[in-house]
């Protein structure tokens, strides 16, 4: 079996999920009673929400936000009947050039104050290829829902010491337009087009009943 396919039948097995701030924690549950349940933990350290926009014609400025929660739910049937859902701390922002942070988080843009959270909702996956597939979901900023569309990839790349167990990762890549989301401040300066990339990496754990 594929890793991939080996991915997949794990996430057949997902039954619930329990999140907290930075991690998630997925258990099967068509394990028999005798039979060590597979758990699944976010690794924050390899997880992250990151943005980045042109800026000022020549340059990019890139905005990674440092927290982040995490939820995979309803997966039993494969992961074309999952929702994955993401929100981000608005005001965990951090960028290639310090002093912009506070303005973007700003009253004038994000409003992290008054929003304190950016969130994504997946309504719907489709496989495009053995290691690759469309998510197609709701993106909220402030008040402003839109519908997205974001370009999966699962990372196969083995990682750890030989025998460990493959974590379970992959990318969402995409793109939306900042003033359809009211963002509209600086046109001159900053452009409209806004890369979006969610990375998240699951570690497998082994915990008995």
């Known amino acids: 079996m594929s890793a991939l396919g080996a991915w997949l039948k794990a996430i057949a097995r997902v039954t619930c999920v329990a999140c907290a701030a930075l991690g998630v924690a997925v258990a099967s549950g068509n394990a028999s009673d ?14 992250g929400v990151a943005f980045d926009v042109k800026y000022l014609w020549h340059s990019r400025l890139s905005m990674r936000f440092g927290r982040m929660r995490a939820q995979l739910a309803g997966a039993e049937d494969g ?7 993401v929100t981000i701390d608005a005001a965990s922002l951090e960028t290639n050039m310090p002093f912009v942070a506070g303005i973007v988080e700003g009253d004038e843009m994000l409003d ?3 929003y304190p959270s950016i969130r994504f909702v997946s309504t719907r996956f489709v496989r495009t290829g053995a290691s690759s597939g469309l998510l197609e979901g709701q993106l909220t900023i402030r008040t ?19 025998g460990d167990a493959r974590p379970l990762a992959f990318s969402a890549d995409g793109h ?5 989301f009211g963002l509209s401040r600086w046109p001159a300066a900053v452009g409209d087009d806004v890369h979006m990339r969610i990375y998240v990496e699951f570690v497998r754990e082994r915990a008995n009943p």
Do not use: K, M, N, Q
């Not at 974001?150 to 790349?157: C, K, Q």
């Not at 939306?176 to 359809?180: I, Q, V, Y």
């Open 34 to 47: 005798s039979v060590a349940l597979e758990r699944y933990r976010l690794d924050p350290a390899r997880s």
């Open 79 to 85: 992961l074309a009947a999952a929702r994955v859902s």
């Open 112 to 114: 992290a104050a008054r």
């Open 144 to 162: 402003t829902t839109r519908p997205v569309t974001l370009v999966v990839t699962f990372d196969e790349t083995p990682r750890g010491a030989p």
């Open 176 to 180: 939306f337009s900042r003033a359809a």
